[in-house]
């Protein structure tokens, strides 16, 4: 049986992808054939470059602005994706925030802003999306995690928790829905050269962290993009509840 990088013919819908990985992969996706639903949180502007950038070059891109964290807002995105784009092939639950702060300063507003945003969130867009995935038979969910909900951090408590609550709701989800031919995986990257988790706005114990990995480097978003499209592709039909770590060797299991 042939395998393919394609996506032709099906539709992804990625959250928070109006800048960095979420933005790559949105591009990702779509030269490879995929009809591409941006969600963004109050950034018009980019999310209309960027869909703007896939429509000149041939492709097919909505920005829904919306807050991923509130039930609400995630039941109204999804029914304007699937009005506008028809059914969703794809979920990418890119949308996440990071804070440096020591956990003796964590407020319980900075542990439930986290938490919210980055690990409710994929409880919210999975549980809006899978029932259509579960009637079609079939679909893919990609998760982005990271490799400090693998290894931990100092300064980093809600962060590290969230993430590695991503890892665990992916395995959980994909044990549950693989008998319904949906496939289930997660992104732990290492550091990445976006916006958010910049060299210029992270402290020097975070940076002097960060590149004391083999690679001496922080990855570009477009190499975390690559394994989105793989785990979004026919080429990872066998992989199932995996975290991929695209990290520059910070994570050897």
Same mark, same amino acid.
């Given at each position: 049986m042939s395998v393919s990088l394609s996506l032709s013919g099906q539709t992804a819908l990625i959250t928070g992808a109006a800048t960095g990985i979420g933005r790559a992969i949105a591009l990702k996706l779509s030269q490879a054939g995929a009809r591409?639903? $941006?969600?963004?949180?109050?950034?018009?502007?980019?999310?209309?470059?960027?869909?703007?950038?896939?429509?000149?070059?041939?492709?097919?891109?909505?920005?829904?602005?919306?807050?991923?964290?509130?039930?609400?807002?995630?039941?109204?995105?999804?029914?304007?994706?699937?009005h506008t784009m028809g059914d969703l092939h794809i979920l990418v639950n890119n949308a996440g925030i990071i804070q440096e702060k020591p956990f003796l300063d964590t407020s319980e507003a900075d542990w439930d802003r986290m938490l919210n945003t980055d690990l409710k969130s994929v409880f919210l867009m999975a549980r809006a999306v899978l029932p259509g995935m579960v009637a079609r038979g079939g679909g893919v969910i990609v998760n982005l995690a990271s490799d400090l909900g693998i290894l931990g951090r100092e300064n980093y408590a809600p962060y590290c928790a969230a993430k590695a609550g991503v890892i665990g709701l992916t395995r959980s989800l994909a044990r549950e829905f693989a008998p319904h031919g949906i496939?289930?995986?997660?992104?732990?990257?290492?550091?990445?050269?976006?916006?958010?988790?910049?060299?210029?706005?992270?402290?020097?114990?975070? $940076? /002097?962290?960060?590149?004391? $990995?083999?690679?001496?480097?922080?990855? /570009?978003? /477009?190499? $975390?993009?690559?394994?989105?499209?793989?785990?979004?592709?026919?080429?990872s039909r066998f992989y199932c509840g995996q975290v991929l770590g695209p990290n520059g060797g910070s994570v050897m299991p």
């Amino acid at each position: 049986m042939s395998v393919s990088l394609s996506l032709s013919g099906q539709t992804a819908l990625i959250t928070g992808a109006a800048t960095g990985i979420g933005r790559a992969i949105a591009l990702k996706l779509s030269q490879a054939g995929a009809r591409v639903v $941006i969600n963004h949180l109050n950034q018009p502007q980019d999310a209309a470059t960027l869909v703007q950038a896939i429509k000149g070059a041939g492709g097919h891109a909505v920005a829904i602005n919306a807050d991923v964290s509130d039930s609400a807002a995630v039941q109204r995105l999804v029914e304007e994706a699937l009005h506008t784009m028809g059914d969703l092939h794809i979920l990418v639950n890119n949308a996440g925030i990071i804070q440096e702060k020591p956990f003796l300063d964590t407020s319980e507003a900075d542990w439930d802003r986290m938490l919210n945003t980055d690990l409710k969130s994929v409880f919210l867009m999975a549980r809006a999306v899978l029932p259509g995935m579960v009637a079609r038979g079939g679909g893919v969910i990609v998760n982005l995690a990271s490799d400090l909900g693998i290894l931990g951090r100092e300064n980093y408590a809600p962060y590290c928790a969230a993430k590695a609550g991503v890892i665990g709701l992916t395995r959980s989800l994909a044990r549950e829905f693989a008998p319904h031919g949906i496939r289930v995986n997660a992104i732990a990257p290492g550091p990445v050269n976006t916006a958010m988790v910049s060299l210029e706005h992270m402290s020097p114990e975070w $940076i /002097e962290k960060e590149l004391a $990995i083999p690679q001496h480097r922080v990855a /570009e978003a /477009e190499e $975390i993009a690559a394994t989105a499209l793989f785990l979004a592709s026919d080429m990872s039909r066998f992989y199932c509840g995996q975290v991929l770590g695209p990290n520059g060797g910070s994570v050897m299991p």
